[in-house]
T-cell receptor, first 111, second 113 residues
């Protein structure tokens, strides 16, 4: 039973570039969540999918952010025209029931 | 809107001793779940313990137990017989059904030998 995986684990990019992160949930988990965590803070919700449908988006998710979950399996989170304020850990979690299982995260640094 | 508050930014405990981490939350819902997650340095978030709001009995998982006070909207975590491996950030979180998790700001726990 493999856990939630995220790639890449680290990403350094220059301001203005686009970046894309991938999350592979636990097999058969129908819900997939994206969170953002800045230093010293708890994770903040960004968006979530049930199967391939994106059911909720946070106001934190500006127009530069887009997420997809084609075929209800893996998910991608894209950030366009990155800004220094986008520097954070991006966490993915999946669930089938009450509990959410987290991946190791992708740490984004925007220079 | 639901909120979760952790008022202790840092706590410390001696190995083998007991420590309690505090959490309060605000909600108008009657049916929800509460969780404690552990995040070791540079490692992923793992679930420590969960509590269903409809259950009066406090949850227990080995050395970890909670004190759930629904009327007071309080949900503290007690760690007994603390071990060096318990050192981590601990996050309290709230969730309705299959909804998103709402986290507190965390408590950094240090364990001294």
């Amino acid at each position: 039973d493999t856990g939630v995986s995220q790639n890449p684990r680290h990403k350094i990019t220059k301001r203005g570039q686009n970046v894309t992160f991938r999350c592979d949930p636990i097999s058969e988990h129908n819900r997939l969540y994206w969170y953002r965590q800045t230093l010293g803070q708890g994770p903040e919700f960004l968006t979530y999918f049930q199967n391939e449908a994106q059911l909720e988006k946070s106001r934190l998710l500006s127009d530069r952010f887009s997420a997809e979950r084609p075929k209800g399996s893996f998910s991608t989170l894209e950030i366009q025209r990155t800004e220094q304020g986008d520097s954070a850990m991006y966490l993915c979690a999946s669930s089938l029931g009450v509990e959410q299982y987290f991946g190791p995260g992708t740490r984004l640094t925007v220079t | 809107a639901q909120t979760v508050t952790q008022s202790q930014p840092e706590m410390s405990v001696q190995e083998a001793e007991t420590v309690t981490l505090s959490c309060t939350y605000d909600t108008s819902e009657s049916d929800y779940y509460l969780f404690w997650y552990k995040q070791p340095p540079s490692r992923q978030m793992i679930l420590v313990i969960r509590q269903e709001a409809y259950k009066q009995q406090n949850a227990t998982e080995n050395r970890f137990s909670v004190n759930f006070q629904k009327a007071a909207k309080s949900f503290s975590l007690k760690i007994s017989d603390s071990q060096l491996g318990d050192a981590a950030m601990y996050f309290c979180a709230y969730r309705r059904h299959t909804d998103k998790l709402i986290f507190g700001t965390g408590t950094r726990l240090q364990v001294f030998p």
